[in-house]
């Protein structure tokens, strides 16, 4: 009888509370709470059941401008761009004086790339509330990216005014002075935001390029090292360190990182002829042959030129220049290609395939009209080929674009000997003028 009542006990306490349990999770949550789980939820990277608590306190309250930005924020952060647009445009109808709401339909504009329409949303928001430190670098990331250089500067150096301990604030600092070619206030940039956050692998590549810009190779060195034992997978650190290393004459060094870097990308232009003039360095013609081959037949790549131009690594990217790929543009009228036909030139050259190398210089003379280096090399060829006038007018032509071209001078002075032309004798002089001492032994023996 007890083991029966006790049974009964226990059944009627189950009922009453699963009926508790019920009750409670029945009861409707106020617009605050919803609000404030909404706000919970994003704080803790849960986007899309922030989302959901917004969309309820909106159904509870449908005339909330904070909630609608809020589930415009959370839109934004699960990169729903455009339905965070129609949030945000919600909250400035519901009140028009909301300045964060101003500045977050500008960030969603900005990363679908509508940078014009981003500044006019910065504008009214500064407008309403002028020390938001991130207002001015929103503002200053879309001018960037209309390459309005110096007004960036002027914005990022407002918002480091209000907020001078930012590391993302001196890192895009650091990007423009660097498009501003002030490589020395870049490089102080990016070693503040390094002092204010030192794991930050984008900063150390951002300084590596003051440095290589600067001359300073060894240290650009020791920076894309540090940058990639933070993130080693950085093609582009990879791929830069590679260049400094041939700078050094590091071919073999240069050769791995290249390497490395095409491993990451396969599809990186620069990146192959960077390790075919590697290879053409250490004597593996055939190897370097096959790698301007490749760079040449990749083409065009749709993203930024960085051989000249700012370090743009990938945190960098997503952080300041929202949208941008991280791969290395090698643009088809390109000081860069017309390289890479060169050098391929030279390798044909140094295999004895005389037609193959004037067809690369030619490319490469076509590409860059005042590549004297393809000039001259090219007459060197014609020579051999016994086409000494086309020879003398390449060195000519060579001449003509870098006066102070001893070899030129030199090569023009013998092919001109050679022909009767008395004229040799004075290019000789001019080649020993400018250096080229072995003119002088030609001159003893010919020009006497």
Do not use: W
Not at 89 to 102: G, M, V
Not at 126 to 144: E, H, Q, T, V, W
């Amino acid at each position: 009888m007890k083991k029966s009542n006790l049974l009964t006990f226990l059944t009627l306490l189950l009922i009453n509370i699963s009926f508790v349990g019920f009750s409670q999770q029945t009861t409707p949550l106020s617009f605050q709470e919803l609000l404030d789980l909404g706000i919970l939820k994003s704080k803790a990277g849960n986007y899309a059941e922030a989302q959901s608590y917004f969309s309820q306190a909106i159904a509870v309250q449908p005339d909330n401008a904070i909630a609608y930005y809020s589930r415009g924020v959370t839109k934004s952060n699960l990169k729903d761009n455009r339905g965070a647009v129609v949030d945000f445009d919600r909250a400035i109808e519901l009140n028009p004086r909301y300045s964060d709401a101003y500045i977050g339909r500008g960030m969603s504009k900005a990363r679908q790339e509508d940078h014009k329409g981003a500044l006019q949303d910065y504008n009214r928001g500064i407008d309403l509330n002028p020390i938001d430190p991130s207002a001015y670098f929103s503002r200053g990331m879309s001018k960037s990216r209309l390459e309005n250089y110096k007004g960036a500067l002027s914005d990022f150096n407002k918002s480091l005014d209000l907020a001078p301990d930012s590391p993302q604030g001196y890192a895009a600092r650091g990007v423009i002075k660097q498009k501003l070619e002030d490589y020395k206030g870049s490089l102080d940039d990016f070693t503040r935001a390094i002092e204010l956050s030192p794991k930050r692998s984008t900063s150390y590549a951002g300084r590596a390029y003051s440095k290589m810009k600067m001359g300073d190779f060894k240290g650009a060195i020791a920076d894309y090292s540090k940058a990639l034992e933070i993130s080693p997978e950085d093609a582009e650190s990879l791929y830069f360190r590679g260049f400094c290393r041939s700078q050094m004459e590091d071919y073999s060094g240069a050769q791995i990182d290249f390497d490395r870097a095409i491993s990451q990308d396969p599809e990186n232009a620069p990146a192959y002829y960077g390790r075919g003039f590697a290879k053409n360095k250490l004597g593996n013609t055939k190897g370097a042959m096959e790698d301007f081959n490749k760079a040449i037949s990749i083409g065009n790549i749709e993203n930024n030129k960085v051989v000249f131009v700012g370090p743009l690594t990938k945190q960098i990217l997503d952080e300041l220049r929202s949208a941008v790929s991280e791969r290395l543009k090698m643009a088809e009228m390109s000081p860069e290609r017309s390289e890479v036909y060169f050098n391929r030139g030279l390798s044909h050259a140094k295999l004895g395939e005389t037609k193959a190398a004037i067809e690369d210089y030619n490319k490469a003379i076509a590409l860059n009209p005042i590549f004297a280096e393809a000039y001259f090399t090219r007459g060197m060829v014609r020579s051999q080929l016994n086409d000494q006038r086309a020879a003398i007018q390449d060195c000519t032509n060579a001449i003509k674009l870098n006066p102070r071209y001893a070899e030129a001078y030199y090569i023009r002075g013998i092919i001109r000997h050679a022909l009767g032309d008395t004229d040799g004798c004075t290019d000789l002089s001019k080649a020993g003028e400018l250096g080229y001492t072995q003119a002088y032994n030609v001159i003893r023996d010919y020009c006497n």
